[in-house]
């Protein structure tokens, strides 16, 4: 993945302009890790996400939070780690 697609990543979702994309702190929380975890996956362009200009914030979409968690074994139930 080349820094272009990191920055646009691109998502066929239908009604997708009007999604409210995650910041690291509600990523992290879901997934149950620390949000610099998730914000060194995103530089790593292991999970999508997009750095806001001017800031090291960074946003990921809804949609690639689940493939994440689902390619990668971690789960909603517990709140927390990976499933076994």
Known sequence: MNARDRLNPQ???????D???LTTGQ??????CS????SKW??????PGIRLPYSKDRR???????????D????????RGRAN
């Open 11 to 17: 998502f066929d979702v239908p009604g997708d302009m």
């Open 27 to 32: 990523v992290a929380q879901y997934l149950g």
């Open 72 to 79: 990668h074994g971690y789960f909603k139930a517990s709140g």
């Open 60 to 70: 990921v979409h809804p949609a690639a939070l689940m493939q994440f968690a689902k």
């Open 35 to 38: 949000a610099r975890m998730v």
């Open 42 to 47: 995103i530089d790593e362009g292991k999970l």
């Open 19 to 21: 999604v409210k994309w």
